[in-house]
């Protein structure tokens, strides 16, 4: 209708197509010039209006942009002569749509099909509108009203699709699925199906009604037909007859599939559940919501006698030896893998032998040992056995590589292997530390004597052996945690910077140092290790736990800001660009992928980080502008005063939250980021598997939502009530004339208190007798900064409520003020005793003084701003009036102190910043460089034999043998420059931190200066 006759939105195509094409091109002020001029011709068209918004729109002047689309919209509405297509109206959706102004599109579709109901191109136009806004029954009765229409079976399944999203997604109760089928089948009866779409579709709403048998009917009828790819069909078929119980068809039917296909390994899982009439695989598929499914699963075959155990796991081992006769000559690991999960099952039910389990292994080392991914294969497999066997297994192995000749690729591709075993099995425990120098060592030299294996190779390609040196680096890493020696922590940053010299693309490299240099205390570098991976689109959901928690924790403000800006960008752009790929679904009839979308959208939208970044994001900005009052109110006023966020943690108990995050990637020693071994003892263990702490992980992510949304909240209400101190404010009895604050203020305080595991009174008891000395800091444990924050607005409340008094008996509001100095002074300068970065040793807790300094510190040195503001507005000295006055007098003396205590503590911080900033850059790079340097030569103990190796081997390679590319990088790498770099970067973070203090310095130091004029 739009383009009919060559009119666009009523007006002549050759008109408006040079606006389209320098809006294309990115012409916009070519393109507003355009469409100014068009507008004099046609001025009360509104698809020239809706042109020029959209023009408006992306020259960044959304105001504009909205006021011409609302002009737009009322000339459609009120003139009833003007042409109303789906031109103008998908233009005026653009332009809504950015401007996050749904609900106008929608209106105007609404308008349009009341207008003209048989329209169909604006029916569809609204349907798009109702899926933009997952709007799943108004999809539903618009997809119905069009089938009514015009017949077509995508229509039907339009509405089906959206009736399936009501029972997923929305309230909509399983009898909805009988309304489908009941809607499929009158179709059916009246023009059968024609889509491979529309029968998977059928066979999903049956499935989900648990109709296996009518399903299974359907697929081997006619319609069954539609699918053409033999082997899916037969993959929908065996997973019908399993979950209606009939194991033994099922099981006949992924036979006929592992025939066409041995390496398909979830099929073979479901073939054994099938002998064994045991339905966890695919309880265990609809139930699993990780990033990644583990290789095998538990099974059940206690309803089984021994007999018939004994029956079915023989059937399945002649099956498998079938398929590898079929597969001699194909070198696929699904069916060995098969006979090695048989061997398992027998041995975890008790009639397997170990030796039986180790031969298999030995004969799938043969076959595959050589491949990266072989101690991943048999992981679990080797669980199984008891410690003498993993030796013996492991003493096989060795063996048997002393008799195979193999090429140089496949003897270092066997070799890693053994070194993975090693550490997989765990025998690395009981070497002496010597030994695993030397194993270390070995594996650097293995690396570099086999650089020849990579000459001709791509730099963009995988170089041989690379997984040696993440391998030497985790061993060094070890030998950090159980010695305590700070030198193999350096050797292993330096294994891995060497690596990289050479290539500059491995990221496993990358991802170890942005952790070790986290540890470190330099997040500098971590971060621009980090930045060089190049994480972009749904990666920065699944890797960015790698950085952001310690960046949450440091000065790195710019950069911090920075990481949260991308990752919420990536998460909103996804969710304004979801509704358009779930259209576009439905448009080209992949159902399927419809649910797909949706489904991914919400999980996203549940995701634990997206909730952190957020809340994180709000946090930052009150830090960047805490030093101002005026500053901090603007983005308390631009947060709607923090009540969003009060939603958000009240909400958070009964949210479903989801964890994308890919912890597989993570280094052994922090398996998640709240975890990590090498701050506590050693605790003898060389194999850390990795493991499930879901629950105590989501509890533990709930908690830190919960208190960290109630900040903002927490700082406006403790600015408001210090800003009741005005005189004008006060009643005779001393308390604040505004009870709604106090009374919310404390409200917060009861909750907070609670998430630290305490009730107000005590939480209030314990400030004091810490304060004291009657009780250590240890009483915080964990929390010292939560319990500083409780103690900050604790204080903001009293001002103004006048409830709580010191143990001496004073109760004038104000004397907890002298509570919050003494513990803030306290905690920050523990911190700075036992902070050194000149050691590199004091990662942890520099991230906690930086936090004590930027949080607690910033919030009371807030309410300090606003006491003064309220209490003192004019300058001038107040009148005598008896209470008042004194009451006047004791806050001003109180505030003064306070004020003096901020800022020498917070001076005490700047000072001891540049004490270690000033530091000679030769004395960081000669302690880093001694620590790995041995004095006493090859034979002297302790770190350096890795360094050596590096020193001794690499001068030695020739170009000619390693390349012309590699040999370059070679030279160009020097320990004593990453020394230096590290250096930098471990001052280039104090320098931030110390860039912070002396800012907030400057405003105590006006803060002084103002009470002293009273």
């Not at 042409?83 to 653009?94: A, R, V």
């Not at 004994?310 to 696929?332: G, K």
Request: glycine letters at 6%; proline letters at 3%.
């Amino acid at each position: 209708m739009a383009t009919k006759f060559g009119l666009a939105g009523g007006i002549p195509e050759r008109r408006v197509r040079p606006i389209w094409d320098a809006i294309d091109s990115r012409q916009y002020k070519n393109a507003l010039k355009l469409s100014t001029s068009l507008l004099s011709k046609y001025p009360n068209s509104p698809y020239a209006l809706a042109l020029k918004a959209l023009i408006l729109e992306r020259m960044g002047k959304p105001d504009e942009a909205l006021s011409i689309c609302l002009n737009a919209k009322d000339l459609l509405y009120k003139n009833d002569s003007l042409l109303m297509d789906d031109l103008t109206l998908s233009t005026l959706q653009i332009v809504f749509q950015r401007l996050d102004r749904l609900d106008l599109a929608t209106s105007c579709y609404e308008y349009a099909c009341g207008k003209f109901p048989n329209n169909l191109e604006l029916m569809m136009g609204l349907f798009n509108c109702y899926v933009r806004e997952y709007s799943f029954v108004k999809q539903q009765q618009t997809a119905i009203r069009m089938y009514k229409l015009v017949g077509e079976e995508r229509f039907l399944l339009w509405a089906i699709c959206s009736i399936q999203l009501q029972v997923f997604c929305g309230n909509g109760g399983e009898k909805l699925l009988v309304l489908a089928e009941g809607l499929i089948k009158k179709h059916i009866g009246s023009h059968s199906l024609h889509e491979p779409e529309a029968l998977i579709v059928y066979l999903s709403i049956l499935e989900q009604q648990a109709k296996y048998g009518d399903a299974l009917e359907v697929l081997s009828g006619k319609l069954g037909s539609l699918l053409m790819i033999d082997i899916d069909k037969l993959r929908i078929q065996g997973r019908l007859l399993a979950r209606s119980g009939d194991y033994t068809s099922a099981a006949d039917i992924y036979q006929q599939i592992l025939e066409i296909s041995p390496d398909d390994w979830e099929c073979f899982l479901h073939y054994l559940g099938c002998l064994l009439e045991d339905d966890s695989s695919w309880n265990h598929e609809a139930d699993s919501d990780s990033i990644h499914r583990p290789k095998h699963v538990d099974f059940k075959v206690s309803h089984l006698t021994d007999d018939k155990f004994e029956s079915c796991m023989s059937n399945a081992l002649a099956f498998v030896q079938r398929l590898l006769v079929d597969t001699t000559d194909d070198p696929v690991r699904g069916p060995y893998l098969a006979a090695l999960e048989i061997k398992r099952r027998k041995h975890v039910y008790g009639t397997g032998s170990d030796d039986e389990l180790v031969e298999a292994l030995l004969k799938y080392y043969l076959k595959f040992g050589h491949l990266a991914c072989f101690s991943s294969d048999i992981e679990s497999f080797v669980q199984q056995l008891t410690p003498d066997k993993k030796t013996e297994f492991m003493d096989k192995i060795v063996k048997s590589c002393d008799s195979v000749t193999a090429t140089g690729t496949k003897v270092l591709g066997q070799s890693i292997t053994i070194f993975k075993l090693r550490e997989l099995i765990g025998n690395l425990l009981n070497l002496p530390v010597v030994e695993l120098e030397n194993l270390a060592a070995e594996m650097v030299e293995m690396f570099c004597k086999n650089l020849p294996l990579s000459k001709d190779l791509d730099p963009q390609e995988n170089m041989h052996g690379e997984e040696l040196l993440c391998l030497a680096s985790s061993l060094l890493v070890q030998l950090f945690w159980r010695t305590g020696n700070f030198g193999y922590f350096v050797e292993a940053i330096m294994v891995l910077e060497f690596g990289l010299t050479i290539r500059r693309y491995v990221w496993q490299y990358k991802i170890l140092l942005v952790h070790l240099y986290s540890h470190l205390g330099v997040l500098s570098l971590a971060y621009e290790w980090y930045k060089s991976l190049d994480v972009k689109n749904i990666l920065t959901e699944t890797v960015s736990h790698h950085i952001l928690p310690q960046m949450l924790v440091s000065p790195l403000w710019e950069d911090l800001r920075s990481l949260l800006k991308d990752y919420l960008r990536f998460m909103d752009d996804h969710f304004r660009e979801s509704a358009d790929l779930t259209f576009l679904a439905y448009r080209h009839r992949n159902y399927s992928k419809v649910i797909e979308f949706v489904q991914f959208k919400e999980r996203l939208q549940r995701s634990d980080q997206y909730l952190v970044a957020k809340v994180e994001t709000s946090i930052l900005q009150l830090k960047q502008k805490a030093d101002s009052i005026e500053e901090e109110e603007r983005v308390l006023e631009d947060l709607k005063c923090g009540g969003h966020f009060v939603e958000l943690s009240n909400e958070i108990g009964s949210k479903s939250l989801s964890f994308n995050e890919d912890l597989s990637l993570r280094p052994w020693w922090t398996p998640t980021s709240e975890k990590n071994y090498l701050l506590g003892p050693f605790e003898g263990i060389a194999y850390c598997p990795k493991e499930d702490l879901a629950k105590e992980r989501e509890e533990r992510v709930r908690r830190m939502i919960e208190k960290k949304s109630l900040l903002p909240r927490l700082i406006y209400l403790s600015i408001q009530s210090a800003s009741a101190l005005n005189k004008d404010n006060i009643e005779m009895n001393g308390s604040s004339s505004d009870p709604n604050i106090s009374k919310e203020l404390k409200y917060l305080l009861e909750r907070y208190a609670k998430m630290l595991g305490s009730t107000f009174s005590d939480a209030v008891d314990v400030l004091m007798r810490v304060s004291t000395d009657q009780k250590s800091s240890q009483a915080f444990g964990s929390d010292t900064v939560d319990w500083l924050h409780f103690a900050v607005f604790l204080n903001a409340w009293n001002l103004s409520s006048h409830e709580l008094s010191l143990p001496d008996g004073n109760n004038s509001g104000h004397s907890i003020i002298h509570v919050v100095d003494t513990l803030l002074i306290k905690h920050v300068s523990e911190k700075i005793k036992i902070s050194d970065p000149l050691k590199f040793t004091g990662g942890q807790d520099f991230s906690t003084l930086v936090l004590l300094v930027t949080e607690p510190l910033a919030w009371h040195s807030i309410i300090l701003q606003s006491c003064v503001r309220s209490s003192f507005p004019s300058g001038k000295k107040k009148k005598k009036g008896g209470a008042t006055e004194h009451h006047s007098s004791q806050l001003l003396n109180a505030l003064r102190d306070s004020t003096h205590s901020l800022h020498d503590v917070v001076e005490e911080v700047t000072k001891w910043l540049r004490k270690h900033i000033n530091t000679p850059e030769e004395s960081h790079v000669e302690m880093l460089v001694s620590s790995i340097r041995r004095n006493g030569g090859e034979h002297a103990g302790g770190p350096g034999a890795v360094f050596q190796v590096l020193e001794n081997v690499v001068p030695s390679l020739d170009a000619s043998e390693v390349g012309g590319r590699i040999s370059r990088s070679l030279k160009s790498w020097s320990a004593v420059d990453i020394a230096r770099k590290v250096a930098k970067g471990n001052s280039a973070v104090l320098s931030q931190f110390l860039q912070i203090c002396m800012s907030k310095v400057k405003s105590l130091q006006a803060l002084k200066q103002q009470i002293a004029q009273f």
